[in-house]
């Protein structure tokens, strides 16, 4: 079982950075892969990135590649997305969630936990 909790959204300007942080409890963190997925309102949850459970492998989202970094602190249970050159349509409530076995994957239905998500708004 892992439990997740999401922090450090907040609002922000359009070319501006935040760092969102997911604090896991669980034994089993530091062999799950972590992602990081967004939903923006009347849309669909969608991906952003995820990290294999060494952190030597990453995955981005198109959207995302080069302005997003994923990363994690298995000896603080904790996966960390920092946000960079921010905008507009990043607009939208981030979640984090886990998965068991080795493979990054993409599609929500592939990850068994979940947090209960941060709010990130980028202004123009």
């Known amino acids: 079982q892992v439990q997740l909790v999401e922090s450090g959204g907040g609002l922000v300007q359009a070319g501006g950075s935040l760092r969102l942080s997911c604090a896991a409890s669980g034994r089993t963190f530091s062999t799950s892969v972590m992602g990081w997925f967004r939903q923006a309102p009347g849309k669909e949850r969608e991906f952003v990135a995820a990290?294999?459970?060494?952190?030597?492998?990453?995955y981005y989202a198109d959207s995302v590649k080069g302005r997003f970094t994923i990363s994690r602190d298995n000896a603080k249970n904790t996966v960390y997305l920092q946000m960079n050159s921010l905008k507009p349509e990043d607009t939208a409530v981030y979640y984090c969630?886990?998965?068991?076995?080795?493979?990054?994957?993409?599609?929500?239905?592939?990850?068994?936990?979940w947090g209960q998500g941060t709010q990130v708004t980028v202004s123009p």
């Open positions: 990290i294999n459970w060494s952190g030597s492998n990453t």
């Open positions: 969630a886990a998965r068991s076995g080795l493979d990054i994957e993409v599609f929500t239905t592939r990850y068994d936990y």
